[in-house]
């Protein structure tokens, strides 16, 4: 897991975030070892944002990707994954350690069921 909060901080330093200034890193391990990062970009129209955590997830997907292992965030000060994440990190990767790290290399060790409780999945759209 070093390895890949490594790669959530390396991630971090390539965000784009102007307008909020608070940059943000993710990985995410996939089940065949690949580690595939993300960082969040900003827009002037502030809603099309798109969070560091999703960018991995949707690149890893578009990689051919569909079994993941792990995710890692990196933020300033420790910051958590937001509830859109939290859903998409959910419906993706089911219920995987997330390591969450700051400036100061404090790890804190997550998961999805533990950051969305009773959630809203695909179970119930059948
Ligand atoms: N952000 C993320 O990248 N991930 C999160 O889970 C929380 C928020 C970004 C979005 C925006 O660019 C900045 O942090 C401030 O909200």
């Not at 560091?52 to 990196?74: I, M, P, Q, T």
């Not at 969450?100 to 999805?112: G, K």
Request: aromatic share 6%; net charge negative; proline share 2%.
């Amino acid at each position: 897991m070093e390895n890949l909060i490594a790669h959530a901080k390396s991630m971090r330093t390539l965000a784009h975030a102007p307008y909020s200034n608070y940059t943000v890193g993710a990985a995410v391990l996939t089940s065949d070892g690949e580690m595939i990062g993300g960082c969040n970009v900003e827009s002037s129209s502030y809603g099309l944002t798109c969070c560091a955590e999703r960018v991995a997830l949707y690149r890893a997907v578009a990689a051919g990707h569909s079994s993941f292992k792990a995710l890692a965030v990196a933020t300033e000060n420790g910051g958590s994954l937001c509830g859109a994440c939290r859903q998409v990190v959910w419906d993706l990767c089911g219920d995987i350690p997330i390591f969450i790290t700051d400036n100061q290399n404090n790890v804190e060790e997550t998961s999805t069921l533990q950051l969305l409780p009773e959630a809203f999945d695909q179970s119930k759209l059948k």
